[in-house]
Structures are given as structure tokens and as C-alpha cells.
């Protein structure tokens, strides 16, 4: 079976903190995504990367950053916290292919102080 | 502008009734589209693709169909049991383009 892992389930940090969260897929995916869920809007695609040390921007990039040094790994980073930033992420990867299936982590339910 | 649309309260349905959720979008012309199932506090878990070209798609209970012309994709659940109990989400691929474009979800409630 296919495994994304997030680093945390919940997290809590205060305003202007730098936050990692981190993301491990074991099925040598190519293609990684984070996304942030708010009720009522739906996933909204922050990153995606297409490939090691490749990435895209998504939707709603402002504010973050992320980081694949390794295939399997995705991080996302928010250098400076703020409360609008409080929400559920989830980490997303899939193989290369438009009609292929997004395979998604358990989330992280982040909390900004 | 562009929009997937998704009904936004909650669906009740009877255990064994067939249960169908809609999913409508707007300017987009998808090659393909998705619905994944949602439990709370967990990541969405992949159900079914659709491509443009197919009108209808079955697994086992589920079944969705996709017209395009309409803008409309139909979400049944056939039989249903309180285990299936839910959010619902449609998602669409462009041809050209790694996103998935999401709708907010149906929550779907089956009381025995």
C-alpha cells in the first residue's frame, strides 16, 4: 500500500515562529503537492513539484516555501507564522501522469497564536 | 469566473436508498475528473476517474457519469450503509495542467 506520512498531526506555534512541516511518500512518486483545507473552500494547492529539486507554484504560494532535496521528502515552510495561516494541511503525491490518483497524508492541523 | 460547485449542506439519506451528489462546474473544459472521500480529520482517499470521453463509471457500489455538456458530474451510492458517511469531494484535471481543481465538498450523513 501506497504511504504519505506527515511529520505532525497537530501543531501549534505563535505568530512570526519559522514552521517545517514535513511530508514522506515510499512509492517513488514523482509528482508531491501541499495543500491547505478551510471549511467551505475546498483544497487550495500551495506547491507542487514535479520532480527532485523542481517546483511550482500553486494558488496561494504567499507565505510559504518548500523544499525537495530528495525524492520522497517534501517540506513546506513557513518562514513567519501568522494566524491567517492557521488551517489543515495535507500533503498530497502521485506517479507522473495527468489521469493518475493523488495518494494523501494523514494532514496536519496547524494552530498560529 | 471559473468554479466547481459542490452542494454545500449536508445530504441525509436512508440506509439501503441510493444516495447522489452533484458536482457542476463552470469555464472548464476537464479531460478528467475525480471524486475522493473525506473522514474527518484524515486525507482525502481516491474513488473514481471519469474521462471526458466516458459517460458513466462503475465500482462496485459507486457509479458516477460525467456530461459535459451539461457541466455535470453525478455521484451515486447505491445501497447505501451508515459506513459510507462522509464528505464527498469532485475534483477536475485540466489536459494541460498538473492541479487538480477542487470543489468544497458534499457531507453525507446515511442514518440507519
Known amino acids: 500500500d501506497v504511504k504519505v506520512t506527515q511529520s505532525s498531526r497537530y501543531l501549534v506555534k505563535r505568530t512570526g515562529e519559522k514552521v517545517f512541516l514535513e511530508c514522506v511518500q515510499d512509492?517513488?512518486?514523482?509528482?508531491m503537492f501541499w495543500y491547505r483545507q478551510d471549511p467551505g473552500l475546498g483544497l487550495r494547492l500551495i506547491y507542487f513539484s514535479y520532480d527532485v529539486k523542481m517546483k511550482e507554484k500553486g494558488d496561494i504560494p504567499e507565505g510559504y516555501s518548500v523544499s525537495r532535496e530528495k525524492k520522497e521528502r517534501f517540506s513546506l515552510i513557513l518562514e513567519s507564522a501568522s494566524t491567517n495561516q492557521t488551517s489543515m494541511y495535507l500533503c498530497?503525491?502521485?506517479?507522473?501522469?495527468?489521469?493518475?490518483?493523488?495518494?494523501f497524508g494523514p494532514g496536519t492541523r496547524l494552530t498560529v497564536l | 469566473s471559473q468554479k466547481i460547485e459542490q452542494n454545500s449542506e449536508a445530504l441525509n439519506i436512508q440506509e439501503g436508498k441510493t444516495a447522489t451528489l452533484t458536482c457542476n462546474y463552470t469555464?472548464?473544459?476537464?479531460?478528467?475528473l475525480q471524486w475522493y472521500r473525506q473522514d474527518p480529520g484524515r486525507g482525502p482517499v481516491f474513488l473514481l476517474l471519469i474521462r471526458e470521453n466516458e459517460k458513466e463509471k462503475r465500482k462496485e457500489r459507486l457509479k458516477v457519469t460525467f456530461d459535459t455538456t451539461l457541466k455535470q458530474s453525478l455521484f451515486h451510492i447505491t445501497a447505501s450503509q451508515p459506513a459510507d458517511s462522509a464528505t464527498y469531494l469532485c475534483?477536475?484535471?485540466?489536459?494541460?495542467?498538473?492541479?487538480?481543481?477542487w470543489g468544497a465538498g458534499t457531507k453525507l450523513i446515511i442514518k440507519p
Open positions: 475534483a477536475l484535471n485540466m489536459d494541460s495542467n498538473y492541479q487538480l481543481i
Open positions: 512509492m517513488d512518486h514523482e509528482n
Open positions: 498530497a503525491s502521485r506517479w507522473t501522469g495527468m489521469d493518475n490518483e493523488q495518494f
Open positions: 469555464n472548464y473544459s476537464p479531460a478528467y
